[in-house]
């Protein structure tokens, strides 16, 4: 290969070594062995298909750089249009009309028109049987255009695993676990992925493939986190005690769910085995996660120890705060808060108090970290992360504990589906509440385009004049700030404009954190009765007043996030909408993620059909600083029994190996240890060693 295309390989997909292109996998496989028909094509399943027949005409159409050559294409039955940009001429002169030729490529379109761009072309020989399987690579528009092509990426794969030296790559996965678990070996593997000769031995090798990658990333958490429970004692709390009882018989307003209960009773029992909880407690927007906290919490304070709460922003932290003064007051409890803001003088008789026990329960932001704060005995730590996984921040708030570590409670509303958490947090215990309390409403979602903002404007009025508060969202996506923010501010002008009557607010991430916690707090008290904003409000502000949240551009935003936003309204009035707004020119497949919200409320669902379209690396804003390592070949969210048995191989290795990969080991029951012979063993080390350059302890979430 040249230097350019070397270059192209490195910079667009960073391919840099043999080995990363034998990794580089196809992101699919098309079928090669059908050919659709015109009339067969359907909006939604639109993979790349290959289609047989003759061009009837070509023609130039546009000027300048709009300019394109436009073909004709007929199956016999019916037309079509294939279209080029660029290298026209030379099409022009290769292509004969009346020929029979194989088109392959995506197609779509357009106001009833199918039309198919640049597609892979072929003579039509009836003498060659169809090619059955082909592997299709992920190629940038870069590539493409200095003439980098799916065909060459074939080319240049194929020479590769036609040289003798590829031959000579040893299995990364230790002969011993290829054998038990009957897995393909590495060297078919990997020719399978690339150029498959059936459909059974292309699922044998992906299968492998997986293994190999789930196998390690097993290893990487489980080498840690297996040390973690035998060395990390906790508070041991014995009782239910004064608080717990006067609390849950005399103060609390409601009737706990049954999921609430169950959750309750999960968190006593950790607190009662001596070892530190480490529990990741997920529910949907408004299932009464802050109540189970409120409650652990107690049980900490009825074992004569603290308790905290430590939330995303300020104005949650108040809203907490207030919130927990209501349920602790009548039980005698002192809960304080704690941010930035606190004067100095408040903030030195609050740190006093908090070092002599007369403190029980501090809620605060980040301020609760930093190193002055120190509690006479904190025995829970709660973190509401909302949606984000600050894991560099949480790994200090167990410095706290002047005698232990605390427990910790994080919890969050994006629900991550179990076979991802497990995988991200080892042995992290997950608790799920999973039923909404009585009485909500469930909100109505529109689907809607810039042609429809009349009767979307209709449906604001008469909300704003019933006296119900409005968000209108806008993204911000960093890659273009400047335009974003032009989008936010334009969206601000023509609110204010169009709803003169009523007070209008603005905020927006780049705001200094006084201001935006005034304009939130406007919005907040009723005063302000629209806001507009970018997605900071979906860190949770409480408005049960609010009954419309309008979504712009809901086409940039993903579906996790989307149900966040619209987990702000349906807590109050009596019916609730969630607007999507978004172009009229969208692709089938955003059409299709976009609808998904307009069928089910289910965060569960949402979460799940989210990662299987985008995959999990791309969950925007929630795992992003806690995945620590890039998934290639598997779907977290499909392959939960591979990644069970990859788990189940790790524990096999580890319990077999004691010492050798991880400090310490203690045999699991049910796991048939595997000792490994002396160059699988090497194998293994070498590979943690080149997958996890940077050792981190990702098992740990605090
Ligand atoms: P989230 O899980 O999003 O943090 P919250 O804890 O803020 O949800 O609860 C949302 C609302 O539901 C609060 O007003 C809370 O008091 C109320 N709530 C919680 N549990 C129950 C329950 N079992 N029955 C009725 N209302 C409840
Ligand atoms: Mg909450």
């Known amino acids: ?323 927990l003064r209501q349920w602790a007051e009548p039980i005698c409890i002192r809960v304080e808060l704690l941010t930035g803001s606190t004067r100095a003088a408040a903030r030195r008789e609050i740190l006093a108090s908090l070092a002599s026990g007369d403190i029980h329960i501090l809620v605060g932001t980040h301020a609760l970290i930093e190193d002055k704060v120190e509690f006479r005995r904190l025995g829970v730590a709660v973190i509401d992360e909302q949606h984000r996984f600050g894991v560099a921040q949480r790994s200090r708030m167990w410095t706290k504990g002047t005698l232990m ?62 006296g119900r508060q409005v968000y209108i969202v806008y993204p911000l996506i960093t890659e273009n700030e400047k335009l974003d923010l032009k989008s936010l501010e334009e969206g601000y002008r023509r609110t204010c404009e169009v709803y003169s009557k009523w007070p209008v607010c603005y905020v927006h991430g780049r705001m200094k954190p006084a201001e935006k916690d005034y304009q939130m707090g406007r919005f907040v008290s009723g005063e302000a009765r629209i806001m507009v904003a970018t997605t900071v409000i979906e860190v949770g502000v409480n408005v049960p007043n609010a009954s419309v949240m309008v979504i712009e551009n809901a086409e940039r935003f993903g579906l996790s996030q989307l149900h966040q936003l619209r987990g702000r309204v349906g807590r109050g009035a009596d019916k609730s909408y969630c607007i999507l707004m978004s172009h009229q020119k969208i692709g089938a497949d955003t059409r299709r993620r976009l609808s998904i919200m307009t069928e089910t409320t289910d965060g569960f669902l949402i979460a799940e059909a989210d990662m299987k379209l985008r995959g999990p690396g791309d969950m925007e804003g929630t795992l992003q600083s806690g995945l620590a390592f890039n998934l290639k070949v598997s779907d977290l969210a499909r392959d939960g029994q591979i990644v069970a048995l990859a788990r189940r191989a790790a524990f096999e290795v580890l319990d077999g190996n004691p010492g050798r990969f991880a400090p310490r080991a203690t045999p699991r029951p049910g796991v048939a240890p595997l000792p490994l012979s002396e160059p699988d063993s090497r194998t293994v080390s070498s590979e943690i060693a080149r997958r996890f350059a940077v050792d981190v302890d990702w098992s740990r979430i605090s």
């Not at 003759?54 to 750089?65: A, D, I, M, S, T």
């Not at 990487?220 to 717990?244: A, D, N, Q």
């Open 1 to 323: 290969m040249g230097e350019a295309r070397a270059g192209l390989l490195a910079k667009e997909l960073d391919i840099h070594t043999f080995r990363d292109l034998l990794y580089n996998f196809p992101f699919r496989h098309v079928d090669r062995s059908r050919f659709y028909r015109i009339a067969d094509l359907r909006h939604g399943e639109l993979p790349a298909i290959q289609i047989k027949g003759c061009f009837v005409n070509f023609r130039e159409e546009g000027e300048g750089l709009r300019k394109r050559l436009v073909a004709a294409f007929s199956d016999g039955a019916r037309l079509m249009e294939v279209v080029w940009f660029a290298k026209t001429k030379a099409i022009k002169a290769m292509l004969r009309i009346g020929e029979e030729y194989v088109i392959f490529g995506k197609p779509a379109e357009y106001r009833g028109v199918w039309s198919m761009a640049h597609p892979e072309i072929e003579r039509f020989d009836p003498s060659k049987p169809p090619s059955g399987l082909r592997g299709i690579y992920s190629l940038t528009d870069t590539m493409r255009k200095r003439g980098f092509s799916m065909q060459k990426m074939r080319e240049i794969v194929g020479n590769l695993l036609d040289d003798p030296r590829t031959a000579r790559v040893a299995d990364p996965l230790p002969r011993q676990l290829v054998e038990r678990y009957h897995l393909m070996p590495f060297a078919e593997a990997v020719r399978e992925m690339h150029f498959p000769t059936g459909h059974a031995s292309l699922a044998k090798a992906i299968e492998r493939m997986k293994f190999e990658e789930l196998f390690y990333v097993e290893i990487h958490i489980l080498r840690f986190s297996r040390s973690r429970g035998e060395k990390t004692p906790g508070y041991v709390f014995p009782k239910i005690g004064r608080c717990f009882n006067d609390f849950f018989f005399k103060v609390l307003p409601f009737q706990l769910t049954g999921a609430q209960k169950r959750v309750l009773h999960e968190i006593r029992d950790d607190m009662r085995t001596g070892r530190q909880m480490n529990r990741l407690l997920q529910g949907d927007v408004g299932c009464g996660k802050t109540m189970v906290a409120f409650m652990t919490m107690l049980m900490a304070v009825d074992n004569d120890c603290q308790a905290a709460l430590m939330a995303p922003t300020e104005i949650l932290a108040e809203q907490h705060a207030e919130t």
């Open 405 to 466: 570590a605390p427990h910790v409670l994080v919890m969050t509303a994006t629900p991550i589906p179990r076979t991802l958490a497990m995988t991200v947090y080892g042995d992290l215990e997950v608790s799920v509440i999973d039923e909404l309390p009585p009485g909500r409403k469930p909100v109505d979602t529109w689907l809607r385009y810039d042609d429809n903002r009349i009767e979307v404007d209709r449906l604001i009025f008469s909300q704003l004049r019933e």
